[in-house]
């Protein structure tokens, strides 16, 4: 079993044993994501780009920043769970279609949008 789906299984199992599946529609999933991506954003809030990278590197920080995101992979898993997606596949799809967006000789340091380039 992939690590992927190892920790599909744990969150799916974790999830069984308290019986909330009836709580973990997609949309419902979707919002609480959108909501643990948003108390990252949280952490970062009223910082400039400076404050967050020292920030980053406090131990204090990167607590409640590994917590997120462990949120945001616990619903991740889950959604896509519900929604019978494959993530490895699905990112795999993914990672090819942005290399072909983004050829490494034409975006190379630039940050501009991959319709800027494709024309
Ligand atoms: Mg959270």
Redesign the pocket.
């Known amino acids: 079993m992939s690590e992927l789906k190892e920790l599909q299984a744990r969150v799916v199992e974790f999830r069984e044993r308290r019986d909330w599946a009836q709580f973990h529609h997609p949309k419902e999933l979707a919002s609480a994501l959108s909501i ?1 991506v948003a ?1 990252i954003m949280e952490l970062f809030r009223f910082k400039t780009a400076e404050e967050v990278q020292r920030l980053i590197q406090e131990p204090s920080l990167k607590n409640e920043l590994g ?2 995101l462990a ?1 945001t992979l616990f619903l991740l898993l889950l959604l896509a769970f519900e929604s019978e997606i494959d993530l490895r596949s699905a990112f795999d799809k993914k990672l090819l279609l942005l290399e072909e967006r983004y050829p490494v000789e034409k975006v190379r340091g630039r940050s501009d949008k991959w319709t800027e380039y494709s024309s």
Do not use: G, R, S
């Open positions: 643990e108390e917590a997120e949120d």
